[in-house]
């Protein structure tokens, strides 16, 4: 995510970055990263220790308010601060029309931004995003013009409504680390996540998503017509996990075979080399009755699509039996290439079918 927003503001790496005045609103995230991976790693036996523990966390947390600030205000870009504005006027307020990035050959050149990225691309929202505390924001938001303290407002009441969540800097022990052969040198590390991750995630259609459409929809491939949250739980699942991680999931089965879940299909057979597969009863949550599955796999870390070398293990139930438990002496497990599983078609990508 932090990648994004840094390529969304500054430009891609390679590319001549929008730093402006300011320098790389950036610059810092690998070191407050560091400093909440070093709470992580306290011990919390004694008093003493705990009272340690305390006090880095607040330093950790303190350094790594900024950039959940830029990342809050970015996301609100899919709600209220996300109607496009033209950047054509050099004197315009920041809210309204921002004066436009100079070209190489001089002039100015039209480009269109959210209010919310237009602000976050300006001077002024760099006092916004380290404000420090309630009265050093407080100070920041009376100086602002009024569109400007409609956008950060706003950012600032919807990251609260919506809950706005960045696993990367909540769990930056996770993504981040000292890069191969250092110690000192902290970066984002390739292919880094949660070793495991399992769940029953919530089933059902995404039938009133209100002012939620566009933000999923930006974020998930899986977020299109007739789209179910299971889904985004499970596209989400294989962002979250590292290469070579692990995920178990209940979920439903229909996915397998409907025309609409083409892209979740094509998603868990290029990054999931699966390991067990189970068609469960259809009662075996008593209190629904459905078609339920059981996805258990590994994270493929390497740039060939996952389904060309797994060979998971298989087990169809009958619909109406009833199961108590699942054992690996069952005769009814096979194993199967997923090439064959799959019966790959190159015009359209595969339905699971047997």
């Known amino acids: 995510m932090s990648k994004k927003v840094r390529e969304a503001l500054e430009g891609k790496e390679g590319e001549a970055f929008q730093l402006g005045l300011f320098g790389s609103r950036f610059a810092g995230l690998l070191l407050a990263t560091d400093l909440m991976r070093y709470v992580g790693e306290l011990s919390d036996v004694i008093s003493a220790q705990v009272q340690e523990s305390r006090a880095e966390y607040r330093k950790a947390s303190d350094a790594l308010s900024p950039f959940k600030r830029i990342l809050d205000t970015y996301t609100s870009q899919w709600f209220s601060n996300g109607v496009k504005v033209t950047n054509v006027s050099p004197k315009s307020d920041v809210g309204a029309q921002h004066a436009a990035p100079k070209s190489r050959r001089g002039g100015s050149?039209?480009?269109?931004?959210?209010?919310?990225?237009?602000?976050?691309?300006?001077?002024?929202?760099?006092?916004?995003?380290?404000?420090?505390?309630?009265?050093?924001?407080?100070?920041?938001?009376?100086?602002?013009?009024?569109?400007?303290?409609?956008?950060?407002?706003?950012?600032?009441?919807?990251?609260?409504?919506?809950?706005?969540?960045?696993?990367?800097?909540?769990?930056?022990?996770?993504?981040?680390?000292?890069?191969?052969?250092?110690?000192?040198?902290?970066?984002?590390?390739?292919?880094?996540?949660?070793?495991?991750?399992?769940?029953?995630?919530?089933?059902?259609?995404?039938?009133?998503?209100?002012?939620?459409?566009?933000?999923?929809?930006?974020?998930?491939?899986?977020?299109?017509?007739?789209?179910?949250?299971?889904?985004?739980?499970?596209?989400?699942?294989?962002?979250?996990?590292?290469?070579?991680?692990?995920?178990?999931?209940?979920?439903?089965?229909?996915?397998?075979?409907?025309?609409?879940?083409?892209?979740?299909?094509?998603?868990?057979?290029?990054?999931?080399?699966?390991?067990?597969?189970?068609?469960?009863?259809?009662?075996?949550?008593?209190?629904?009755?459905?078609?339920?599955?059981?996805?258990t796999g590994q994270i493929a870390g390497d740039t060939e699509p996952a389904w060309r070398s797994a060979n998971p293990r298989i087990l169809i139930c009958d619909r109406r039996e009833k199961l108590s438990e699942l054992s690996d002496s069952d005769p009814r497990w096979f194993t199967v290439a997923c090439a064959d599983w799959f019966k790959i078609d190159p015009a359209n990508f595969p339905f699971f079918t047997f």
């Open 109 to 295: 050149r039209t480009t269109q931004d959210t209010p919310a990225l237009a602000f976050l691309k300006s001077r002024e929202a760099e006092a916004f995003t380290n404000a420090r505390d309630d009265k050093a924001l407080k100070r920041v938001l009376d100086a602002f013009s009024p569109q400007d303290h409609h956008i950060a407002e706003t950012a600032l009441t919807t990251a609260t409504e919506k809950h706005f969540f960045h696993w990367e800097l909540e769990f930056p022990e996770v993504f981040y680390g000292p890069r191969p052969g250092s110690k000192q040198l902290i970066e984002r590390l390739e292919g880094a996540g949660f070793d495991a991750v399992i769940g029953n995630p919530p089933w059902g259609g995404l039938r009133t998503l209100g002012d939620l459409e566009d933000a999923l929809k930006s974020a998930y491939v899986t977020a299109g017509k007739a789209a179910d949250w299971f889904a985004l739980f499970l596209e989400n699942t294989l962002e979250l996990v590292s290469s070579g991680g692990c995920i178990g999931q209940v979920i439903p089965g229909g996915w397998q075979t409907a025309v609409e879940s083409k892209e979740l299909r094509k998603l868990v057979a290029e990054n999931l080399r699966i390991q067990r597969f189970v068609n469960l009863p259809y009662d075996v949550f008593p209190e629904a009755y459905t078609e339920a599955v059981i996805i």
